[in-house]
């Protein structure tokens, strides 16, 4: 900075002495203007990259965070970054949201492209974090810890359940170890068959349950449906008598192909498949899961199904495509609310389509916002009709359906309370007309988008199938969590390793309000694209993920924990330098630490100097994984121009001052450009044109000493 300052003090001097001078009406010599002289003693600086002493400081790395697009574009900033920077940080474009699918695919194609520009040019990538509380998808994690919904089959249920429903297995022939458990199937309070093994198993059917004759019409396709978990990884397979071949290899899924047998886990799993070919007019079912030594298994009771898949439905939907997978026949209208079917993914258990109507306020009556299914024909005078749909909203409100006639009298359904998950409504109503032809739903008592799925509509005199909800276990959710991690990770990792030797881990792991404390999104809505997977796997989350990294990586990779904020808030860094500690004592190896700066002209550089000291007392790398200097003003002024590139140059002496050089890893700057987006937010060293800025000198007189 002395050497800017310098320039602006001889060029003032410089057009005063001039002012002094004796005019001469010949000499049309002119001053060049100050602002001029200072943006050519700006541009007289080199590139940032050819400040770097590599000869002393061989591994440093000066880097900056950018969208990964500015970079594979080949563009204006491909060309900055590469003349100016010799590591390259995207972020955005490599988080778990960018890169994992809504079907659970993880695509690094983009990455890909990503490193192989940079490795033309000599810039190394520094990988965005694995695991971070925000950019996650959320949408697909949540999905996978929804509620799991059967809907049992709308078919007569060929199998006699009526003793095992009550607790006798006088009509099963089982092995020992087979019993009734009380409460132990799908949803609350619900019976189980409970199958023990042994510590040694002898054959597959060692343990088994055989059920009664089922009757069949010969040469009708019949399906089986039964849900099944087990206490450790297990095995099974059923077996038959009455067929023509009664130990099938089986597509057990109702998918894929066929296998000799099925696998279990803690959750419940449906195993779905068909058989035909029956000698006579009944046959036998065997379920063996004499394979696992000392696993306990368990048999839901109430959603055990065998059933002529071409026999006649017991339940009528009046509703067509209640599930919305093939569009929407629905009208609507009001307050310039807005409706649709939202992406697959987004229905209830996170799979498929739902129905959504937007309504941007609350209005005066409840029928104002309404949207409208028109039935085939009227539903009968006299009689009563169940509604069931799953509903919930972005806030929580009431809507209300009604069955309605043109004339608009109704018979209602009464109110449904909507809360910000998905809850199962069930409902009915009388009909006391002849002309109710269409179902109604009105929204003007909710502010904001409701979501509907599963819309079914039936007489209630009809017998219909049921619908069972479980809830995931704490034990389940760890393991579906902790498997994802393992995917994602060993993915993102293994399949860039050859080009990424350092990336940040953790990211932002500590809470900001009690700073010795991990991040927490319990008990809170989360905005999209929020995900905390601490709150599923514990504190040793971050021990997963460090070991996870390691395993799939490359063993001299430099492996990073990040935080923000840690020079405004002492405790916060103290809280995570403990947290690294804790890591490293459960057989984590934490290579850096990361500490992301969003400065103020108004900045404490004394704890800035604190923070780094305190970093540096751990002995880990320290690298300023994202610098910025922010001055909230669409028209700074020279002034805030000026203190501005004081505090980067201050960052930096305090940087090489604290730290010592073995352990400077590097700086990236979290925002190199003004921002393009906020007249307001001038950040950076380079204006939104490209035009270097006061800042960049005090930043370049800094760098000279790293």
């Known amino acids: 900075m002395k050497k800017f300052q310098k320039l602006g003090i001889l060029a003032l001097t410089a057009g005063l002495m001039t002012a002094c001078a004796d005019f001469d009406p010949l000499a049309f010599n002119t001053e060049k203007p100050e602002s001029i002289a200072l943006q050519e003693e700006l541009n007289s600086y080199a590139a940032l990259r050819s400040l770097l002493d590599t000869v002393a400081y061989p591994n440093f790395k000066l880097g900056v965070a950018m969208p990964l697009t500015d970079y594979t574009s080949a563009g204006l900033k491909y060309r900055f970054v590469n003349r100016n920077f010799n590591e390259f940080t995207p972020n955005t474009g490599m988080s778990h949201r960018n890169l994992v699918q809504d079907n659970g695919t993880i695509n690094l194609v983009n990455i890909q492209s990503l490193l192989e520009m940079a490795a033309q040019k000599d810039v190394s990538v520094f990988g965005s974090s694995l695991i971070s509380y925000n950019n996650q998808n959320s949408a697909y994690l949540n999905g996978l810890l929804s509620p799991l919904i059967v809907e049992s089959p709308a078919f007569d249920n060929e199998l006699a359940l009526d003793g095992l429903k009550e607790g006798e297995l006088n009509d099963w022939t089982v092995s020992s170890g087979v019993t009734i458990a009380q409460g ?34 010969p040469g009708k396709t019949y399906e089986v449906i039964a849900y099944i ?14 067929l023509s071949e009664n130990t099938p290899e089986l597509a057990w899924f109702g998918s894929g192909p066929a296998t000799p047998t099925f696998s279990t886990s803690i959750s419940w799993k449906e195993v779905r498949f068909r058989v035909n070919a029956f000698e006579g007019n009944s046959f036998k ?26 026999g006649p439905p017991m339940i009528s939907n009046l509703i067509s495509n209640g599930d919305f997978e093939s569009g929407d026949s629905w009208g609507g209208w009001g307050n310039n609310s807005t409706r649709g079917v939202t992406a697959n993914g987004q229905g209830v258990g996170g799979s498929g389509s739902a129905f959504f109507v937007t309504n941007p306020s609350t209005t005066g009556g409840f029928w104002e916002v309404q949207t409208v299914y028109q039935l085939a024909q009227p539903v009968k005078n006299g009689e009563t009709y169940n509604l069931s749909f799953w509903v919930k909203g972005t806030a929580d409100g009431v ?37 109710r032809g269409r179902l109604i739903f009105s929204y003007g008592e909710f502010a904001g988008t409701v979501y509907i799925d599963n819309v079914v509509l039936s007489n209630a005199n009809a017998s219909g199938g049921s619908t069972t909800v479980v809830e995931k276990t704490a034990q389940e959710k760890n393991s579906i969590i902790g498997t994802q991690m393992e995917r994602w990770v060993s993915q993102v990792v293994g399949q860039t390793k050859d080009q990424i030797k350092a990336r940040n881990v953790l990211d932002e792991p500590m809470d900001q309000n009690n700073p010795a404390e991990l991040r927490s999104g319990l008990g809170r809505t989360l905005p999209d694209g929020e995900f905390y997977w601490q709150d599923y796997l514990g504190k040793d989350y971050g021990v997963k993920a460090f070991q996870m990294a390691r395993q799939h990586g490359n063993p001299a990779d430099l492996l990073f924990i990040n935080e923000s904020g840690l020079e405004a808030n002492l405790d916060k860094c103290r809280g995570l330098i403990d947290y690294v500690t804790y890591l490293e004592n459960k057989g984590a190896q934490v290579d850096g630490i990361g500490t992301r700066m969003q400065l103020s002209l108004n900045s404490n550089t004394s704890d800035i100097g604190t923070m780094f000291q305190l970093l540096a007392a751990t002995g880990k790398m320290v690298r300023v994984s994202g610098l910025e200097v922010r001055i909230m003003s669409a028209q700074p002024t020279a002034t805030m121009l000026e203190r501005q590139a004081e505090i980067y140059g201050e960052v930096l002496a305090l940087y090489e001052q604290y730290v010592p050089a073995a352990q400077r890893y590097g700086i990236t700057l979290g925002s190199a450009i003004d921002s393009e987006s906020d007249n307001t937010l001038r950040q950076g060293l380079w204006d939104v044109n490209l035009t270097r800025k006061p800042s960049y000198a005090g930043f370049a007189d800094g760098l000279k000493n790293q």
């Not at 189980?192 to 055989?210: D, E, F, M, Q, Y």
């Not at 978990?229 to 009455?242: I, L, Y």
């Not at 079912?285 to 071409?310: C, H, K, M």
């Open 399 to 435: 809507i209300r359906p009604e069955l309605q006639s043109p004339d608009y009298s109704s018979n209602g359904f009464g109110q449904v309370f909507v809360t910000q998950e998905w809850r199962l409504a069930n409902l009915s109503t009388t009909v006391n007309a002849d002309d």
């Open 184 to 217: 132990d199937g799908m949803g609350n309070g619900v019976p189980a068959v409970k199958l023990v093994v042994g510590a040694s198993v002898a054959s597959p059917n060692s343990v088994r349950i055989t059920s009664p004759e089922i009757p069949v019409i």
């Open 229 to 242: 978990k087990s206490d450790v990884p297990g095995e099974g397979r059923f077996t038959f008598e009455g």
């Open 285 to 310: 079912f065997q379920l063996e899961l004499g394979y696992t030594p000392s696993a306990t298994y368990y048999l839901d009771i109430n959603n055990l199904y065998v059933y002529d898949v071409d």
